[in-house]
Nanobody
Framework: QVQLVESGGGLVQPGGSLRLSCAASGLTFNDYAIGWFRQAPGKEREGVSCISVSDGATSYADSVKGRFTISRDNTKNTVYLQMNSLKPEDTAVYYC??????????????WGQGTQVTVSS
């Protein structure tokens, strides 16, 4: 049974930082691209970042470029999303997702349950 478990969300002030973790089990981690997505109240889910399976290439939404960094530790089956200079508009539920043999995270096969990030003073 595949499981993706996000952690690290919480309440942070504008300008602050958080690091999200996505721990995977039940799959061959090295075979999957991992992406982070988010959904704010009343808005559609959007892609935030993706790290590919083949060469570890990363991609980011324009809204987070220069502020967020995605990384993966294949020895721990974990992907991280370091979020710096957080803004109120970053407030959302953040989800990680896994795409088999992927590079763009456009069609994930598995999803986590999400973790809430709230940026507010």
């Amino acid at each position: 049974q595949v499981q993706l478990v996000e952690s690290g969300g919480g309440l942070v002030q504008p300008g602050g930082s958080l690091r999200l973790s996505c721990a995977a089990s039940g799959l061959t981690f090295n075979d999957y691209a991992i992406g982070w997505f988010r959904q704010a109240p009343g808005k559609e889910r959007e892609g935030v970042s993706c790290i590919s399976v083949s060469d570890g290439a990363t991609s980011y939404a324009d809204s987070v470029k220069g502020r967020f960094t995605i990384s993966r530790d294949n020895t721990k089956n974990t992907v991280y999303l370091q979020m710096n200079s957080l803004k109120p508009e970053d407030t959302a539920v953040y989800y990680c997702a896994a795409e088999w043999d992927g590079s763009s995270c456009s069609e994930p096969d598995y999803w986590g349950q999400g973790t809430q990030v709230t940026v507010s003073s």
